[in-house]
């Protein structure tokens, strides 16, 4: 009993830590594909050079998007392209020709902080109003003229930007934010057609645990480890 005692514990405190670091948005990776999220931007997703600038017969590059795992396909002259996404096998990445203006070239047209959205996700669940969470992305510029810099937004609330630069090169954009409403989403603050060309992975929204919960867990967990602590003693004193 006292064995079943401990498993028990020890899975309340292990559920969690979990649920306190379970990412809400789905298809975050986009291991799934072209799924779970929407966008003002057209897809190109699928078809070889569709995000090459006049690349297709009625595609013309930029305000397209593609979800794969490598960039040349879509566009032979991203040569500085990364082809996996770190530590996530699984992983593919949303690869982005950016637009001019929403009035520009953009073929589902909008406007949203700035400029046409180009990926709103799904939530696994509602984000709880006043409650703090931790967002974090990847992302890497995939040519090394006119580097995009990318705003994150929570509903209609910015809540940071990431300038792109050394094309090819990973770069992690992490903060922490109080949350309202809404959908989290992203847009691209550069104009230019010519370049601003990246892609995107790994977004993640995550709850702050509560100081309380926190504290809980470590209690749950106590009595195991103090046990194992006798248990050791007594091993070394045989």
């Known amino acids: 009993m006292k064995n079943l005692k401990y498993v028990l514990l020890i899975g309340a405190g292990a559920f969690a830590v979990n649920q306190a670091s379970a990412n809400l948005v789905i298809n975050g990776n986009f291991a799934a594909g072209d799924l779970d999220f929407t966008s003002d931007y ?121 300038n792109l630069t050394g094309a090819g090169t990973w770069q992690t954009f992490s903060t922490t934010f109080v949350a309202g409403s809404g959908f989290p989403s992203f847009v691209d603050l550069n104009t230019e057609f010519s ?15 509560e100081p309380t919960t926190i504290v809980a867990g470590a209690m749950l967990l106590l009595p195991f480890g103090m046990s194992t602590l006798r248990m050791l003693r007594k091993n070394r004193a045989v």
């Open 195 to 209: 370049g601003n060309d990246f892609v995107v992975s790994e977004i993640s929204i995550t709850p702050v645990p």
């Open 42 to 162: 057209g897809d190109g997703t699928g078809i070889q050079n569709s995000l090459l600038n006049a690349g297709g017969p009625s595609i013309q590059g930029g305000g397209y998007y593609a979800v794969g795992t490598d960039p040349k396909f879509y566009n032979p002259n991203w040569t500085y392209g990364p082809i996996s996404v770190p530590n996530d096998p699984n992983a593919q990445m949303l690869i982005v020709n950016g637009a001019l203006a929403p009035s520009e070239n953009v073929p589902g047209g909008g406007a949203a902080n700035g400029g046409p959205i180009i990926w709103q996700g799904e939530l696994s669940s509602t984000l709880i109003a006043g409650d703090s969470y931790t967002f974090s992305v990847k992302a890497a510029s995939l040519y090394q003229v006119a580097e995009p810099t990318l705003t994150f937004s929570i509903g209609e609330t910015p809540i940071g930007s990431i």
